[in-house]
């Protein structure tokens, strides 16, 4: 019989559950995606019952179950922060109490009331444990440098460490409250964003700004040390025991006080945002070179919120600290769920790897044959880990909604999508399995031409409804990528940033030189423009038909129809909702939004041939400020 671990993350952010048979990722996702509510921190009931029905057993059959942090731990630094600072983080103290006291320090009754069936031990791993385990053991490599940045966990923030075959050894760590994460984190509350959940935004707002206050940053906020840890200045910070992350210390060494969230931006946060942004940068870099020193290793794997910081990523590839690099793509929260339960398998019953280094199936690009696409395998299926929505149910959906739709031959529908793009429509697109993460990698992703110059203000201002400022990934065929990108790697995970190849550039229009912040936007930099941000730069993902036949096709069609081998690829939802999961969730963003055709599987639908929607009462659009 085979071994099966159930993995869960929750009660911060970002909850979900992941499954593991014999070492194998079976189905993984996040509870948001059932729930519709974005960034749901609550227990992943309905991610646990899908990752039993994808598996087809009970609770009652699992053999193990793991939760990704240790409670206990987290709950004594908690207090310790609390006593430390009185009696100024009582307001926070009673706030947060009640959870723990009612919820979380119970955890296992909690987990086992919640996975009917299921009455064994709970297991309990450390946060930066499992996602170190998120990071190497899905990743190529036979051997591995681990590095992990977040906010904050039990005590780490960051830590190093080390994997080989199925060891992996935790070798050191840097202690709240001082935290690269926390930091970025502060800097986006202070610039007007969501903690959590906007910091992906100041990374796009970095660009449009000046490095006007690193020194100020240096001077009073921190210090940096070469092996890339970090001393923080709590006097200009107020989350271990407020509700803020900053106070008005920070506005006075800032220019003012912090941006309210939805007002207009300034030059100010521009500024901010780009400052911060080379800070993260120059910690990323001095404790990839320290780990590469303390491991001897050649490849790193990374996880943890920073993770998903892809400039930080792409300045770490391209200065060569490491040979190749590899990021869990979902390297949050989330990834905690496939972490605790791999680190089981592999730790705790010491069951051993083959990585597809040893297998084979992964090579360097350097090893490849002249000409050849180097092969790339890892152990996440790329990421494609979440549910999917067969003929039948798609067919009974069209049915009860009334929908106007065409069933397209498997051989003909990526030509006809390829011909909606090129026409300068845009797609939405839901099928095969949901992705697992914050991306949208073509199984529910809106997409578009990235030749058109007014592509991304028309997909963020009409159909994302989001900030204009906001650039758009490329998706891009992998065997193409170098022809478009100053890129020699794969990247399946739109984990990587890279500039756009001089030769695709557009020479600046007289003029362009005197634009400042977001006068920037409207400038063409490439034969690209969709998806070139103003520093050149684009968020790349590499596309392999093994991986994903139908989306590798799409763009291969485009590529025949265009002599262009790269679509717009942004992930299906609008602002304030999570990525859409099942084909109810994807027709009703589609009617409500300027998207122009639906592709649920091989059924196309096209706007023009709807009728109004009727609201059910099933859904409710809510535009929240995130």
Sequence with gaps: MPTRILGISAYYHDSAAALVEDGRIIA???????????????????????????????????????????PLLKFERLLETYVASAPRGLKSYL????????????????????????EAEVMFG????????????????????????DGVGEWATSSIGAGKGHELEMLRELRFPHSLGLLYSAFTYFTGFRVNSGEYKVMGLAPYGEPKYVQAIKDHLLEIKEDGSLWMNMEYFTYPHGLTMTGDTFGQLFDGPARKPETKLTQREMDLARSVQEITEEVMLKMARFARKETGQRDLCLAGGVAL??????????????????????AGDAGGAVGVALALWHRYLDKRRTSPEAAGTWERPSAARPGATPKYADGMSGSYLGPRSTDEEIQAFID???????????????????RHLAE????????????????????????????????????????????????FAPSVLREKVGEWFDLDADSPYMLLVADVRPDKRLPAPPGSEDLWGIEKLNVPRSTIPAVTHVDYSARIQTVRRETNPLYYDIIAAFDRRTGCPVVVNTSFNVRGEPIVCTPDDAYRCFMRTNIDVLVLENYVLEKGDQAPLQDDGAWKQEFVLD
């Design 309 to 330: 910081n892809c400039v930080g990523n792409g300045r770490l590839l391209r200065e060569g600290i490491f040979d190749q690099i590899w990021i869990q793509p979902a």
């Design 126 to 149: 450390e946060h930066h444990e499992s996602h170190a385990a998120s990071a190497f053991y899905p990743s190529p490599f036979e051997n591995a440098a681990i590095v992990t940045m």
């Design 424 to 471: 300068g429509k845009v797609v939405g697109l839901l099928q095969g399995r949901m992705e697992f993460g914050p991306r949208a990698l073509g199984g529910r992703s809106i997409l578009g031409d990235a030749r058109s110059p007014a592509m991304q203000s028309v997909m963020n201002l009409k159909i994302k409804f989001r900030e204009s400022f906001r650039p």
């Design 95 to 118: 706030m947060a109490m009640p959870t723990w006291l009612g919820d979380k320090l119970w955890m296992s009754d909690d987990i086992r009331s919640n996975v009917a069936g299921y």
């Design 28 to 70: 993984a996702a996040q509870e948001e995606r059932f729930t519709r509510k974005k960034h749901d921190p609550g227990f992943p009931s309905h991610a646990v019952a899908y990752c039993l029905r994808e598996a087809g057993i009970t609770g009652s059959q699992l053999d193990l179950v793991g939760f990704y942090e240790k």
């Design 400 to 418: 009860r909604r009334g929908c106007a739709a065409r069933r397209i031959d498997s051989a003909a529908l990526a030509d006809e999508v390829a």
